[in-house]
């Protein structure tokens, strides 16, 4: 079966870092297009940065020089590294793999952050 896992969210304060992971299977890992989005309540989903399997990546403006993206293929994991967090980065963030047609979301991740 294909599957996305999430994992790493949790509270952190202003100013402070986090690393979430997706871990991947049920899918050739390497031919997948792989990203991360967020979504707060209310809002629509927002894509946060991508890496296609070519290894090129494209971020929103809000996350550039914070948000590192990064991918594992020997692990079928993939990584967000993120620095400077802002009360304005708190949602749920959700792993997603792309090829052609085929589109597959994990259940997310919750990142709060807060005083």
């Known amino acids: 079966q294909v599957r996305l896992v999430e994992s790493g969210g949790g509270l952190v304060q202003p100013g402070g870092s986090l690393r979430l992971s997706c871990e991947a299977s049920g899918i050739i890992f390497s031919d997948f297009d792989m990203g991360w989005y967020r979504q707060t309540s209310g809002k629509q989903r927002e894509l946060v940065t991508v890496?296609?399997?070519?290894?090129?990546?494209n971020s929103a403006d809000s996350v550039k020089g914070r948000f590192a993206i990064s991918r594992d293929n020997a692990k079928n994991t993939l990584s967000l590294q993120i620095l400077s967090l802002k009360p304005e980065d708190s949602a749920v963030y959700y792993c997603?793999?792309?090829?052609?047609?085929?589109?597959?979301w994990g259940k997310g991740t919750l990142v709060t952050v807060s005083s």
């Open positions: 997603n793999a792309k090829r052609g047609a085929v589109v597959v």
């Open positions: 890496m296609t399997r070519d290894g090129t990546t």
